[in-house]
């Protein structure tokens, strides 16, 4: 089936500084892209998202980005806070099977102090 | 209260046992979904229900059936579990069929299968 590629799995950032997740998708047919952060022990939850009908959104602290030709898109999180460090995930709409969401592998990001 | 609850937590089974794992929604989505994760694998998803018996199988279905009788109830089962099935299980839902719109997840179901 289709994939959600996401890059780096581990990421360590200073506070204070920025920290970005690329991922990159198969299908040009995608037109919803999620992030989800998870905390140990919990669930996932959404914390931004974007649609394909736009390029760029912000909220609180972080940046989507989404290049429809190159089939990627990015989250920036801006002013890194310890409060910040969890796995995220990168997810696109896409086909394998059925239509569905395509997760990517995660990113494991630390924010030192 | 939006909420998805899944039951139980924490379970620990041997291997050939079967297991039951629940799941159930507040808020009257159509559908729902079972995933799987493991460390570096994220999120996979095993099957997806569009509504009360209507379901369909997702990237990793092989060793798992799943039962949806009512709108706000979807239930994972391994019949024979195998060890390779020890797991974090994940149910969430969704409002409506195109996944276009938000996921919202339980707090997940660790299953160990010795």
């Known amino acids: 089936g289709e994939q959600v590629e996401q890059l780096p799995s581990i990421l360590r950032v200073q506070e204070g500084s920025s920290a970005s997740i690329n991922c990159t998708y198969e299908?040009?047919?995608?037109?919803?892209f999620p992030w989800y952060k998870q905390e140990p022990g919990e669930n996932p939850k959404l914390i931004i998202d974007?649609?394909?009908?736009?390029e760029r959104k912000q909220t609180q602290g972080l940046i989507v980005l989404l290049d429809k030709k190159a089939k990627r898109f990015s989250l920036h999180i801006t002013d890194t806070q310890p409060g910040d460090s969890a796995m995220y995930f990168c997810?696109?709409?896409?086909?394998?099977?059925?239509?569905?969401?395509?997760f990517g592998s995660g990113t494991q990001l630390t924010v030192m102090p | 209260d939006m909420k998805v609850t899944q039951m139980p937590r924490y379970l620990i089974k041997r291997m050939g046992e079967n297991v039951l794992l629940e799941c159930g929604q507040d808020m009257s989505h159509e559908t729902m979904y079972w995933y799987r994760q493991d460390p570096g694998l994220g999120l996979q998803l095993i099957y997806i229900?569009?509504?009360?018996?209507?379901?369909s199988e997702g990237d990793i279905p092989k060793g798992y059936r799943v039962s949806r009788k009512k709108r706000e109830h979807f239930s994972l089962i391994l019949d024979s579990a195998k060890t390779n099935q020890t797991s974090v299980y994940f149910c969430a839902s969704s409002l409506g069929t195109a996944n276009t719109g938000q996921l919202y997840f339980g707090e997940g179901s660790k299953l160990t299968v010795l």
């Open positions: 229900s569009y509504d009360v018996d209507s379901n």
């Open positions: 299908n040009s047919a995608s037109n919803y």
């Open positions: 997810a696109a709409r896409g086909f394998s099977g059925s239509w569905q969401l395509i």
């Open positions: 974007i649609r394909s009908n736009m």
